[in-house]
């Protein structure tokens, strides 16, 4: 991890083989920058420029906006990190939450999946040097506070970076094994309770929903549950997570082009994996449960098949009419079982369908449930972390589409049409009466795994829904 060090020097006096100014809105009156060389190359403020003179990096902001800045410090290192200078400095923007926002964004920056490169180019780049000077000569917030919007930062960088090399990790190596291995070094790293469930477990479990889909798979599958307790904890929050290692479509078999990328299937599972790794490394005052329930969905002559009736934990009959349509299987019987621990709040995490993806953009995570404020927090804390999200509505005509002849529920709308509120809805049958107020479903479909860089993300993983969690769980403690 790239070393950031705050220091009580100015600018000019703090020592670096390079520096970095941000150039916001055009402004070239800043006292940091070298307008005669600017000039010169007719740098107008917009974009990336090196005066290799000066070992200065000018890159441009629209205005003092920390998503805008957040991805810009990500770009800039981006930049950097090809050059072949070991430590860099810069001055103070902002508050405390403007300068978090350039730590995440210098942090992540420096991210790259090269595990499987026989060639790595590894950066030259190992120190950041923070000097205490403001470029609006405004008092800058306080090293202590200073330090404590860093450590947030460091933290929320090592969980994003652990969800997005478990992501990315090929599903020949990431098996529901390797999540749940992956899961025990978090629990003790972090002296978190660890249970993992085999397939005994989820017989004894009646998780008949969950085992229909592993059935056709070599790699036998895992509940995986980590505890994170606290002496009085404020409240008690459940996160579930979609861990589809790897998913084919079952017998409803993806085009070929479809089945490329779904080793990100298990992105919900990383997810909550990482949130609770950020939130125990922050010592929050909570309660905190991590379900992921992993599996494959694979072909075979002992595959689930379209027409079966499959009976799931809370003992309600699914008609099956899609293979492809497995991560709300798994999903029902750990929600099942996540509502046993008498959660405040209960929130799963999953890539459930393509229709969010086609709805929001690729960007975007989906908030559904029946508690508008709750969803609406949610969305707000989301937004606030620098994640995208948005609220999606269920309504009763909606629900009709998911109504079986000949068995409670089916595991897929009767239209091609609101496919995203649909599969929200499906989970909505399996939640309790008393636990509809306390549900999220978080629909990360579309912003998990991208093939382009994009905001402070890079190709593959990006770790949707760690920073958009933690933001809300700080913000209920918080509160409490």
Request: net charge positive; charged share 25%; with cysteine.
């Amino acid at each position: 991890m790239l070393k950031i060090n705050l220091k009580k020097t100015s600018f000019k006096e703090t020592k670096a083989d390079l520096a970095l100014v941000f150039v916001i809105n055009k402004n070239f009156k800043h006292a940091w920058i070298e307008p005669k060389i600017l000039k010169e190359f007719a740098y107008e403020g917009e974009g990336i420029f090196f005066d290799q003179f000066n070992k200065i990096i000018y890159i441009g902001v629209e205005s003092l906006d920390i998503d805008i800045f957040r991805e810009a410090s990500t770009q800039a290192l981006r930049f950097i990190k090809k050059l072949p200078f070991k430590s860099l400095k810069i001055g103070i923007y902002g508050n405390e939450e403007m300068m978090e926002g350039i730590f995440l964004g210098l942090l992540v920056g420096m991210y790259d999946f090269n595990q499987y490169k026989s060639k790595k180019i590894i950066p030259a780049l190992k120190e950041i040097f923070v000097s205490y000077e403001s470029f609006d000569k405004k008092t800058p917030p306080s090293l202590q506070v200073l330090q404590k919007s860093l450590d947030k930062a460091l933290i929320l960088a090592q969980s994003i970076i652990l969800v997005r090399d478990a992501i990315n990790t090929p599903p020949e190596e990431a098996t529901p094994m390797f999540l749940a291995q992956l899961a025990q070094k978090i629990a003790k790293e972090n002296s978190l309770e660890c249970h993992i469930g085999d397939e005994k477990f989820l017989k004894k479990e009646k998780m008949g929903a969950f085992l229909a889909v592993n059935r056709a798979s070599v790699h036998p599958p895992r509940l995986i549950h980590l505890i994170y307790k606290t002496k009085k904890p404020k409240a008690r929050f459940v996160l579930v997570g979609k861990g589809l290692t790897y998913d084919s479509g079952g017998l409803s078999l993806k085009p070929a082009d479809y089945m490329v990328t779904m080793k990100a299937d298990k992105s919900g599972g990383c997810a909550v994996l990482g949130i609770i790794d950020a939130l125990a490394k922050m010592k929050i005052d909570a309660e905190i449960h991590a379900i992921v329930g992993a599996t494959e969905n694979m072909i075979g002559g002992n595959a689930y098949k379209p027409d079966d009736i499959l009976l799931s934990r809370e003992g309600k009959s699914i008609e099956v009419r899609n293979t492809d349509a497995e991560g709300r299987l798994v999903l029902a019987d750990c929600l099942s079982y996540a509502q046993d621990l008498k959660p405040d709040y209960l929130i799963d995490f999953a890539t459930l369908t393509g229709a969010c993806v086609v709805g929001l953009g690729e960007y975007t995570s989906g908030v559904m449930g029946h508690n508008e404020e709750l969803k609406t927090h949610f969305e707000n804390m989301a937004l606030k972390s620098g994640e995208l999200a948005t609220k999606l509505t269920f309504n009763r005509h909606l629900k009709k589409l998911i109504e079986s002849k000949i068995a409670d529920v089916c595991n897929v709308a009767s239209s091609r049409y609101g496919g995203a509120i649909t599969a929200g809805m499906f989970l909505s049958e399996f939640i309790r009466k008393e636990y509809k107020d306390k549900w999220l479903h978080i629909d990360i479909a579309g912003p998990a795994y991208v093939e382009r860089e994009w905001d402070i993300n890079t190709y593959g993983g990006s770790g949707a829904g760690v920073r958009a969690c933690v933001e809300f769980v700080l913000d209920i403690i918080k509160k409490d």
